[in-house]
């Protein structure tokens, strides 16, 4: 079972809410990763989680809070969002006690609508 | 540092014609390369990955690709494309040195027309 699932599939609020989104892998994989992708561009790595702490922050702004709970759960709090926010959300999980050489998998995304 | 380079942002070809997609990368260091499509709407799928051993890997859908170690490239190739291979494809890199990131390139768009 090479399975990543995020729910929820769609999401659309508004910039004064707060909302979650959630992935979960059951492979035992202890990297998990949460992406930003835009229309036709490549994915743009947000948080690495590895051994469930928090690893890599590429800048992200403070409005997207990440949560590890668990090994196989990893959560996107979002809160006060802009416009310019709205993108696919894609959550990947990896096996990293085999070095690099391991695939990242990757769930179907959570397509986030900021109005 | 490391770079991947896609060096072609969007590809039409007919079906059942050949197609290659073309990255190059850069790093000082060793790395694992690796191919993903993106249908759309929908997450990353592996297509094939080179970690080591024969240079020609074969991934799925009838995928290929070939590293080239003094060219530093990892051209991905199928013989004969069909409508449904129209994509958005993804080459990445990850390093020897670090298990957690890898870098993709920006991608290239292929259209396969009828």
């Known amino acids: 079972d090479t399975e990543v699932t995020q729910t929820p599939k769609h999401l659309v609020m508004g910039m004064t809410n707060k909302k979650s989104l959630k992935c979960e892998q059951h492979?035992?994989?202890?990297?998990m990763y949460w992406y930003k992708q835009k229309a036709k561009k490549p994915p743009e790595l947000m948080f690495v989680y590895s051994y469930e702490k928090l690893s890599i922050n590429e800048s992200v702004p403070s409005r997207f809070s990440p949560e590890c709970p668990n090994s196989s759960l990893l959560n996107l709090h979002l809160h006060a969002l802009q416009p310019e926010d709205s993108a696919l959300y894609l959550c990947?999980?990896?096996?990293?006690?085999?070095?690099?050489?391991?695939?990242?998998?990757f769930g179907p995304g959570t397509r986030l609508t900021v109005l | 540092a490391q770079s991947v380079t896609q060096l072609d942002s969007q590809v039409p070809v007919f079906e059942e014609a050949p197609v290659e997609l073309r990255c190059n990368y850069s790093s000082s260091v060793s790395v694992y390369l690796f191919w993903y499509v993106q249908y759309p709407n929908q997450g990353l799928q592996l297509l094939l990955k080179y970690l080591s051993g024969s240079t020609l890997v074969k991934g799925i859908n009838g995928f290929e690709a070939e590293f080239n170690k003094s060219q530093t490239s990892f051209h991905l190739r199928k013989p004969s494309v069909h409508i449904s291979d129209t994509a958005e494809y993804f080459c990445a890199v990850s390093l020897w040195t670090t298990g957690n990131q890898f870098y993709f390139g920006t991608g290239t768009s292929l259209t396969v027309i009828p």
């Open positions: 492979m035992g994989h202890r990297a």
């Open positions: 990947a999980s990896r096996n990293i006690d085999r070095g690099g050489t391991d695939t990242q998998y």
